[in-house]
């Protein structure tokens, strides 16, 4: 069993940066793919990174590309996504799941934490 727990979130000016963190317990995120996800109420929970266990390979969501990157410390048992340049339209709620294949698909991660509101003012 892996209980994930986000942190970082809060109120940023558009343009700003945001790091959020996600820390795991209960069992190794060594050997599992790790993925934020983000949700607006009314709306379903959007893909937006995902990260392979070695840290080698990653996927982002086009929107993202080029102004947030996601990263792992495997010895601290903790994901990362730092978010650049922020858009009002990215105000979500903002999760972290574990998975064993890098996917899109948030039905492929099997644990979920409860989520950091980002909210992101014009």
């Known amino acids: 069993q892996v209980q994930l727990v986000e942190s970082g979130g809060g109120l940023v000016q558009a343009g700003g940066p945001l790091r959020l963190s996600c820390a795991a317990s209960?069992?190794?995120?060594?050997?599992?793919?790790m993925g934020w996800f983000r949700q607006v109420p009314g709306k379903e929970r959007e893909f937006v990174a995902a990260i392979s266990w070695s840290g080698g390979s990653n996927d982002y969501v086009d929107s993202v590309k080029g102004r947030f990157t996601i990263s792992r410390d495997n010895a601290k048992n903790t994901v990362y996504l730092q978010m650049n340049s922020l858009k009002p339209e990215e105000t979500a709620v903002y999760y972290c799941a574990a998975g064993p294949i890098l996917s899109r698909g948030s039905n492929l991660y099997n644990y979920w934490g409860q989520g950091t509101q980002v909210t992101v003012s014009s």
């Open positions: 209960g069992r190794t995120l060594s050997r599992n793919v």
